[in-house]
């Protein structure tokens, strides 16, 4: 082999291997472990968290808070006198790569608990895994039910609960409140609705437009844009003819930002009222800049509320990530920390990690957290907790009203098959 | 009528932005016949930095020049590291290097500045009643930027010794060495100033987008389209000979501007007719359509 081939080939060689390094990997602390090395007694947590693709700002935020959750479980002598350990993989935003992680978690890293995903299409595809392996799943964002059995809708999932809010808790509350915020007299509300073409836009804004002809609305406009769209200018041009009072963006991560950036140039936030679901969380809205101004949302969480174990979150969260702009938002709160607190004590409750004492412990919890007070719901394993309107202004969430605690009714809608 | 006005005014606009994004992928592939894979990233190395100068207080206009100057730095630096090494191997390892190469933007991007995303406020805000039609003022900054690019790009190869050096080793490196032509400085200028360009284009593109680690992603897709699509060079009519004596030099840039002109141009249209997602479907299968009948490019060249 020619010198110059050599080297060649060593360059190659060195940038794919670079390349590769770059790729996430999980928490290196656990990275070599394998079931002959592991701690007979450690409680090990898996985290599926999108790291990379259009969620990836979620991603962070949940390995955020559930850094935080496994610090302050360790501080005071882990769970049943056992060390916690989190163990973080990157789903890639994709229903593929979470199915591949929640597999690696469960048989490589042999997890108790799995939190996570990022989107409704990853959290069913994790489902069936962890059902099948018997390992209990809470997933964190908001979205959809999804604790009914599969292939047995009517029948409460024993291994996956929700910890976070489903349409059925929030659209109905916050249609209200916007439309008697901006209801012109004498006319009808007019409401447009937008979203990405995938199942947790579609779901919540279907059951939104139900909600909005019950409540007597006009809905003007509806349509979905496939996640890749970086053009929004014709669909802005179609919100602007229509002149809604209100319209209504389900478009999380990174096309919502694009699509409200655009709306900006084209001066729609001045004109019509602006909302939505999952669009406008904390790490979107920085992203969004001056685009997010004014806009109205519904969530569990801002870091604005005031209770004894937010203004503690809040801390430990400032003290822990420093150097990091971005104060904790629902994911981290309320979707990471939160669920692995109540799973916790769960875990403390039933004196071990059986799976089917962890669900007769979970019933009815009830805990504390940032977010106010939560309960896991026997009925349907969905936490009631409260849920609060916020209007963004210089890009931080401001408590508008406090909705009261919310729940979801049964297994409605439930969207595992 | 409306309506036309408006639907072809988002076309131009569309055309415009891909045809400033793509011209850089365009003199990459053209003159080195590299893919670069690592073309999305350094379209979001430009973003971050034009994003990161202007919360520094720089005027949006020096930030994106910086942006453009800095990546194409970047851009030599790749050449001279990862592609000139490879290059004489003509298989697909300039391919997979580059790919690692936009991994490490990527990850390097993210374990910077955070997975969130930045924002950069446009230098011109509202918008121009043309009518009863609203035009965003930004959105003549970027077609004017366009056109000033692609003006500058043409005169650069029609009508300067330069351009005249570049389109010789584009045709036949071989000779253009065996004329005296340093083919190595061609390429890593070359390279260089497609990055450059690139970045540029990231830059302006930042006000208008999620700028996001992996911002470029579906930016390159539509840029290699654009440049598949478009083909590389143009085979002029029997009977057009003096028009290809005269507008020589445009007929460099020709094919990318039709690909352009199908991608972004059909997809923006048809998104006014009948919906985003419709209209994507609509635009891949023109784009299926055109490499099916010009498989050699829309101006159906060599």
Known sequence: MCARHRTSSVTLALTVLVGALGCDRPNSTTIDRSAATKTQREITIGVLAPKSGFMSGHGNSIEMGARIAEAELNARGGINNAPVKVVTLDTTSEPSGAADRARELIQRFHVQLLIGTGTSAST????????????????????????????????????????????????????????????????????YFIGGDYVYPRTTNAYARQVAEELGFVVVGNEYSDTSTRDYTP????????????????????????????????????????????????????????????????????????????????????????????????????????????????????????????????????????????????ANNIFQQPMYIMQIRAQKYHVVTDLGIQRHPDLEACSVQ | MNFWVATTLDAVTAIAVLALLSVGLYITYGLLRVINMAHGEMLTLGAYTVARLCKAGWPFAVAALAAGVLVGIFGALIERTVIRPLHARQDLSTLLATWGVGLVVTEGIRLVF?????????????????????????????????????????????????????????????????????????????????????????????PISAVTPTMGVEYATLAFMVVIVGGLSVRPAANARHCFTVLRGSFVLAPFVAGATLVGGSRSVLNSLIGITPATLGMLGLVLLALFLRPNGLLGGK
Not at chain 1, 160 to 184: C, D, H, N
Not at chain 1, 261 to 272: D, F, H, P, S, Y
Not at chain 1, 282 to 303: I, K, L, P
Not at chain 2, 127 to 152: D, E, H, K, Q, R
Request: one cysteine or more; charged letters at 15%.
């Open chain 1, 124 to 191: 069913l595809a994790v489902i069936p895994i962890s059902t099948a392996a018997r390992v209990p799943f809470i997933y964190s964002l908001d979205g959809e039910c999804k604790t009914c059995t599969p292939g047995a809708p009517q029948r409460t999932s024993r291994y996956v609960w929700g910890s976070g809010f489903t349409e059925r808790m929030a659209i109905r509350p916050m249609l209200q409140y916007l439309e008697g915020r901006f209801q012109k007299p004498s006319k009808r509300f007019r409401v």
């Open chain 1, 235 to 378: 669909v802005i041009r179609r919100i602007l003819t229509a002149n809604p009072d209100l319209l209504i963006v389900t478009n999380p991560g990174a096309s919502g930002v694009t699509f409200m950036r655009q709306a900006l140039q084209l001066g729609l936030n001045g004109k019509v009222a602006i909302s939505g679901f999952a669009t406008f969380d904390q790490e979107a809205v920085d992203a969004m800049g001056s685009a997010s101004e004014g806009v109205y949302c519904v969530n569990r969480y801002s870091n604005e509320l005031q209770n004894a174990e937010n203004t503690a979150f809040v801390a430990t969260f400032r003290k822990s990530y420093p150097d990091k702009p971005l104060l904790p938002g629902p994911t981290a709160a309320g979707g990471a920390y939160g669920a692995i607190l109540i799973a916790a004590r769960a875990f403390e409750k039933a004196g071990s990690t059986d799976p089917d004492s962890f669900h007769a412990s979970m019933q009815g919890l009830a805990m504390n957290l940032p977010q106010g007070h939560v309960v896991v719901d026997p």
């Open chain 2, 114 to 206: 955070g997975p969130s995303g930045e924002f950069v406020d446009a230098p011109l805000r509202g918008v121009l009643m043309l009518g009863a039609i609203p035009y965003p003022v930004f959105n003549v900054c970027l077609v004017a930027t366009s056109a000033l690019v692609l003006l500058a790009v043409f005169y650069l190869l029609a009508a300067t010794p330069v351009g005249i050096t570049v389109r010789a080793t584009m045709e036949n490196p071989r000779l253009a060495t065996l004329r005296g032509i340093n083919i190595v400085n061609v390429y890593r200028w070359g390279f260089a100033g497609g990055a450059a360009l690139t970045g540029l284009a990231g830059a302006l593109l930042a």
